[in-house]
């Protein structure tokens, strides 16, 4: 089993541009994206946890492509990282484990992206 730990970085908080864009063109702007923690960057897509956006419960983790990604405001971004205090325990192949909202959860990395709810 192939295992990468974590090496510190600094982390932050996103959302999904397309996710948004589907809000507001299907739903009539009806609701909020998902807040997405970012657990890892790589060179042509981020690895992102999808957080509820009303608790902030991870319910979700893709690779996500780079271009679908959107900063959130530097302030919403600082109160979050205050408030959900997330940690990456460990990331492999499959699935990681992350400490987030004082609740240490185990996801599976899901690779369906462009067939997954969170588009639909």
């Known amino acids: 089993m192939e295992t990468t730990t974590h090496i510190q970085q600094t982390h932050s908080f996103c959302i999904n541009k397309r996710e948004k864009e589907i809000i507001h063109t299907k739903y009539d702007d009806w609701g909020y994206p998902d807040v997405c923690f ?45 408030r959900l205090n997330p940690k990456v325990i460990n990331i492999n192949k499959r699935d990681m484990t992350l400490f987030i909202n004082n609740k240490t959860i185990k996801l599976r990395i899901r690779t369906d992206y462009e067939s997954s709810p969170i588009l639909s």
């Open 38 to 82: 970012i657990a890892e960057r790589y060179e042509k897509e981020y690895l992102l946890v999808y957080l509820d956006a009303y608790d902030y419960y991870a319910y979700y983790c893709y690779k996500t492509p780079i271009e679908d990604i959107m900063d959130i405001d530097q302030k919403e971004n600082e109160y979050l990282l205050k």
